[in-house]
């Protein structure tokens, strides 16, 4: 099983309409983060929490909210989707410890359309 | 202007060349860098890391950091059909800083390698 899950995989969606993206990781990593991907923009940040209290806006948190349930889910809603969030959207968690990389472990993306 | 940018491509090689894939940044903050490799239909995966300045070298890999530049360099010898991946880059700074918890990611280069 992946370590980091992500569900749904793909979903299309009308405009409006409200959708919750669901992320689980099995890692024990107490950061967890949602990025956005569009072609030719990288990796744009939403949200990210560094424990079950501590929620944070990224660069781009506008139309999106965020829920911290356990250490291990964060769940990204978008409560009246329009069609420019339209994106893959990657959960990851990340865990400081000794090496103090910052490195990110990432699901596999769930694909969102909204017409 | 985006504190760190980076040549979309897509960028064609044949196999066996040497690839060069580069980012600029502005913060001067940043102190980490990394560098990470996406398939298609995956999430991204750390490749490479280095701290501060400096090169570093994996196998047919090498990641190159010029702080005084704001410039680091991902360097593939010998390139493979099995490198073709869009290729990040990402960095953050230190401890104290704004940008300590979370990475600020380039647009990606779309790198295929044809037999």
């Known amino acids: 099983d992946a370590d980091v899950t992500q569900t749904p995989r793909n979903r299309i969606t009308k405009t409006g309409k409200r959708i919750m993206l669901e992320c689980s990781q099995t890692k024990g990593h107490d950061r967890m983060y949602w990025y956005r991907q569009d072609p030719g923009l990288g990796l744009r940040l939403i949200y990210y929490s560094f424990d079950v209290k501590d929620i944070n806006k990224g660069e781009i948190s506008d139309g999106y909210s965020v829920s911290r349930q356990a250490q291990a889910k964060f769940s990204l809603s978008l409560e009246s989707a329009i069609p420019n969030q339209t994106a893959l959207y990657f959960c990851?968690?990340?865990?400081?410890?000794?090496?103090?990389?910052?490195?990110?472990?990432f699901g596999e993306g769930s694909r969102l359309t909204v017409l | 202007q985006k504190e760190v940018e980076q040549d979309p491509g897509p960028l064609s090689v044949p196999e066996g060349a040497i690839v060069s894939l580069n980012c600029t940044y502005s913060?001067?903050?940043?102190?980490?860098f990394m560098w990470y490799r996406q398939y298609s239909r995956k999430g991204p995966e750390l490749l490479m890391y280095t701290y501060s300045s400096g090169n570093k070298e994996d196998g047919r890999f090498t990641a190159q950091v010029d702080k005084s530049s704001k410039y680091i360099s991902l360097f593939i010898r010998d390139s493979q059909p099995s490198d073709s991946a869009t290729y990040l880059c990402?960095?953050?700074?230190?401890?104290?800083?704004?940008?300590?918890?979370?990475?600020?990611f380039g647009q990606g280069t779309i790198l295929t390698v044809h037999p």
């Open positions: 990851a968690t990340s865990d400081w410890g000794g090496r103090n990389t910052g490195e990110l472990f």
């Open positions: 913060n001067s903050a940043f102190q980490y």
């Open positions: 990402a960095m953050r700074g230190g401890a104290g800083g704004t940008s300590y918890g979370k990475l600020t």
